[in-house]
């Protein structure tokens, strides 16, 4: 790719959320992540071009020095932030803008920096050898999968319902999503094969942001945000069968739609335990903790107990990054206002204490060797926003699992799983491997947002007693499909 010939025409729309915009290279296995703006400042961008090479630095520095840490380098992609020329950047702009969703239009690309972060496409991988058949890619954005349990917490009812679960009433009180997802992340992050199955099956059925299908790098299954739309099973399902014909079923075609989806699920499942071999199954986190009163999971039907994670599986990872909020937003808000105001007492105490960053060595240090006790200092307070910080990254990052086609039956050397051959009685073997991407810092300034969404959605569950009109609840007409297609495994 050479920098100084770049031409929109070989880039396309591929997909983009709250603060970037993401195209991908239609020939190499490549993306560019661009910065994005509210509208209002289109006109008058808010940040110059070096604040903005700065701002994608830190995001490279934030995920290859600390979160890489944190949650494994095998998993991490920090990539490279990019000059490119702004006529470029331009058309990119305009030829994107009709594939945008409208939703997103309230932010623009940025088109005055000429900065962008340069990533390896991870929806098409480039793994082992040339396949005749596409690589399934699985985006999960797999949220908090804990209860806090820190005795700041002043609602009994966030020790008992997650976060995510209020908060689908919330967005839907708001009008963000017209129907409210069942998905729980307990029940994902509990290493519990029917609990996960259940979870992933609820991503399937109301995807929201949290769940998206690429194949050979086209995103085939996703919400059409703000849409009333159904969402087209019978179409994914026309694309996973062949990756799920097998044995007989390849020769005769007889395969049902519910076998395809489980046989799906249950791939996507094995690739989230997997890890790299070797790593043992963790004592888990009292059942209590880690299960969510909302999950419409029925508790009894854990048939083998509590089975916990693997602790080299990406979720384990994600999990422990996530549970560095010890304090719960509640506990957090007053250190955060005691570094607020030791700043404005020492302003210049910014830089050392590295507020801003820089990512480095420092910061890592700094928010691992955090001390057991509150002693009081601006030393325990920064630590612990730190470490926060970090947590709502995890809490806010996505899973990309890629699913290659794979004739033989082997382990790779770095343990990454094979499964089973097409021609063989059972299931067909895939090559996989497992990504985190979205690994951006969160900004110091955002914690007292997150104390006020804490104290709306907590209310606003408390409201409605968790009850919603029937509207809002799936599976609606035209859906049965999905829900038939669906049983207890
Ligand atoms: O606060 P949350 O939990 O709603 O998370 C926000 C996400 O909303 P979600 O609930 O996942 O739909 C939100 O996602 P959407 O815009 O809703 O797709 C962003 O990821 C936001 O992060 P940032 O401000 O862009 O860095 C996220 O904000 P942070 O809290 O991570 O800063
Ligand atoms: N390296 C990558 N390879 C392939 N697709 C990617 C890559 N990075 C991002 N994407 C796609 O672009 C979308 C938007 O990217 P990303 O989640 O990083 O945006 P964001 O604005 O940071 O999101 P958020 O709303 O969480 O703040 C992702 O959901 C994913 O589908």
Redesign the pocket.
């Known amino acids: 790719m050479e920098l100084d010939k770049m031409d929109e025409n070989d880039w396309k729309y591929h997909g983009e ?3 970037s915009l993401v195209v991908s290279h239609v020939q190499l296995s490549r993306v560019l992540r661009l910065l994005k703006y509210p509208a209002e400042d289109s006109e008058n961008p808010p940040q110059t071009a070096e604040q903005a090479f700065r701002q994608i630095q830190n995001i490279v520095d934030f995920s290859s020095n600390v979160m890489s840490s944190l949650l494994g380098e095998k998993f991490i992609h920090s990539g490279e932030v990019v000059k490119l020329p702004l006529e470029f950047v331009r058309q990119l702009s305009i030829k994107v803008q009709h594939q945008r969703p409208v939703w997103r239009c309230d932010k623009v690309m940025d088109i005055y920096s000429g900065c962008a972060l340069c990533l390896p496409n991870l929806t098409s991988p480039a793994l082992h050898q040339p396949t005749h058949t596409p690589p399934l890619c699985i985006e999960i ?1 797999p ?1 908090c999968g804990f209860l806090p349990s820190s005795k700041h917490v002043s609602k009994d009812i966030k020790t008992k319902v997650c976060r995510f679960c209020m ?1 689908q009433h919330y967005k839907v009180a708001n009008g963000k999503w017209k129907r409210r997802s069942l998905y729980c992340p307990l029940d994902l992050f509990s290493g519990n094969r029917q609990r996960m199955h259940f979870a992933i099956r609820h991503l399937i059925e109301e995807p929201q ?1 949290n769940f998206k299908i690429f194949k050979g790098g086209q995103c085939i299954y996703s919400s059409k945000e703000g849409s009333d739309d159904s969402l087209d099973l019978n179409s994914l399902l026309h694309h996973l069968r062949p990756y799920f014909m097998y044995g007989n079923n390849r020769i005769n075609c007889h395969m049902t739609s519910k076998a395809v989806l489980n046989d799906f699920i249950q791939v996507l499942v094995n690739a989230l335990l997997s890890g790299g071999g070797g790593g043992g199954v963790t004592d888990r986190r009292g059942e209590g903790r880690s299960f969510c009163e909302a999950s419409l999971f029925n508790r009894e039907r854990i048939r083998h107990g509590s089975q916990g994670l693997p602790s080299d599986s990406v979720l384990f990872r994600i999990l422990q990054t996530q549970m560095l909020d010890t304090l719960d937003i509640e506990g957090l808000h007053p250190l955060y206002r005691r570094v607020e105001q030791h700043l404005q007492d020492f302003p210049k105490e910014r830089t050392r204490l590295q507020i801003e960053g820089p990512y480095n060595e420092g910061f890592l240090e700094k928010l691992q060797k955090c001390p057991t006790e509150d002693d009081g200092s601006v030393e325990y307070a920064v630590s612990k926003v730190h470490q926060y910080r970090a947590a ?1 990254t995890a ?2 990052c996505s899973i990309m699992v890629a699913l290659v086609p794979s004739g033989e039956e082997e382990e790779d050397d770095d343990g990454q799983r094979r499964f089973r051959d097409f021609l063989s009685p059972r299931p067909p073997a895939f090559s996989c491997s497992v990504s985190i991407l979205d690994l ?1 810092p ?1 900004p110091f300034d ?1 914690i007292p947002r ?1 104390l006020r ?1 804490d104290q709306k959605i907590v209310s606003c569950y408390l409201r409605t007693g968790g009850a919603l009109p029937n509207g809002s609840l799936p599976p609606l007409p035209g859906r049965e499909d999905c829900t038939l297609l669906f049983h207890p495994v």
């Open positions: 959320g709250n603060k954005k949220k908060h942001n709502m809490k806010d951006d969160k955002s997150q969404l």
